[in-house]
């Protein structure tokens, strides 16, 4: 199988510089690391792929073959590649203390594992139609990201840091009591083996700052009032350099007068008159598509319903709607005109139902 491009593996120029090469490669080392890609094999491929063009890259000899011959270039010269990730540890350990502090999150060289930023929550406000349909809303939040100028070191730009003194760069450190030996992380260094000498004077040796953000989100139909989407590596970018948390949003429905959500059914209160039950009718009723017409049966009664198939709630999943069902509300009038009462007790005189005679007709009612 043909081998891919150095720099597009990278995602970079062929004039970029050190700097340029070594970030480019750290963010992918993140990206596919096997912490935080267990058992994906294919991460592991792309882990593997990226060290072997940095190592190529970053190596000004071998990088100077390979600007002149390619792949073919290198053969034979030592370049062996990556079995796995082990090996891939084994061979760029200084690499990953530099990035990481240790072994690249994996538990050798200082001990440190990768330190991942924090997840964040955040709210959305949708109204009633935007989680029905679905929609793209900006979100405003705040995060810790690197700090640019030291490029996540914690050191001034232009020095780096030094040897821990009291753990000699070993990030652990042993103590006895009595009998026993313990090992446990160097408090001076926390662990890193080094320490900075000269803080940077933007990050003041935390290596991030914190940033005011906005992005679009990407709100699928069928959301409902407290659902949370989680949007990968959008929360606090880690410590040193470390890969970013996790972006959880928590989505919050502005209820509709109109419609009640029952699951995936919509159900939506009319109001008709005791003419339009009794004779039937037929009225434009509002849905969440807009209005459309539905047929008033003769005879109707207080409570019955009229179903719209598939004009409900989307599924999440996308395979289906719901129903939007229409409740009707009979209405009875409390006043009527001398004309519209003339003609009810008429009508009454026609019933079979019994009619209470101290309270009329309309003492079936109230």
């Not at 190592?55 to 390619?70: A, F, I, M, R």
């Not at 290198?74 to 540890?89: E, I, K, P, R, W």
């Not at 001990?111 to 955040?122: F, M, N, S």
Request: charged share 25%.
């Amino acid at each position: 199988m043909s081998q891919r491009d150095y720099y597009e593996v990278l995602a970079i120029d062929k004039s970029a510089s050190e700097q340029e090469i070594k970030k480019a490669y750290r963010k992918l080392a993140v990206k596919f690391h096997p912490d935080r890609n267990p058992g994906d094999k294919k991460a592991e491929s792309s882990f593997k792929e990226c060290a072997e063009a940095y190592e190529v890259l970053s190596d000004k000899k071998k990088k100077v073959v390979y600007d002149q011959y390619g792949h073919s270039g290198l053969s034979g010269g030592g370049h062996q590649g990556f079995q796995n990730a082990d090996d891939v540890f084994q061979n760029f350990g200084s690499i990953f203390d530099d990035f990481f502090g240790g072994r690249g999150g994996m538990g050798g060289g200082s001990g440190r594992r990768v330190r991942y930023g924090a997840d964040l929550k955040a709210r959305l406000k949708l109204t009633f139609k935007e989680a029905v349909f679905g929609c793209e809303k900006d979100l405003a939040f705040t995060k810790s990201i690197h700090c640019k100028p030291c490029d996540a070191s914690g050191c001034e730009p232009g020095t780096s840091k030094t040897t821990c003194g009291t753990c000699g760069g070993h990030g652990q450190v042993r103590t006895t009591q009595g009998f026993f030996s313990v090992s446990q992380a160097c408090p001076a260094c926390r662990g890193a083996g080094q320490v900075v000498s000269s803080p940077c004077k933007t990050c003041n040796g935390e290596t991030r700052v914190s940033e005011k953000k906005t992005m679009s989100v990407t709100v699928p139909p069928g959301v409902y009032d407290g659902i949370q989407l989680k949007l990968g590596s959008e929360g606090d970018e880690g410590p040193d350099g470390g890969p970013s948390g996790d972006l959880f949003v928590q989505m919050q429905v502005e209820e509709d007068s109109r419609y009640e959500r029952e699951g995936q059914d919509i159900i939506h209160q009319v109001s008709i008159g005791v003419a339009q039950a009794s004779l039937g009718s037929e009225i434009n009723v509002e849905t969440l598509d807009g209005e459309e017409p539905v047929a008033i049966q003769a005879g109707t009664q207080h409570g019955h319903h009229h179903k719209i198939s598939g004009k409900g709630m989307p599924s999440l999943r996308g395979d289906r709607r719901g129903d939007f069902i229409v409740l009707w509300n009979v209405v009875v009038p409390r006043k009527l005109s001398a004309k519209q009462r003339e003609l009810m007790e008429e009508f009454a005189k026609t019933e079979n139902v019994p009619v209470n005679a101290e309270k009329g007709f309309f003492g079936k009612f109230f």
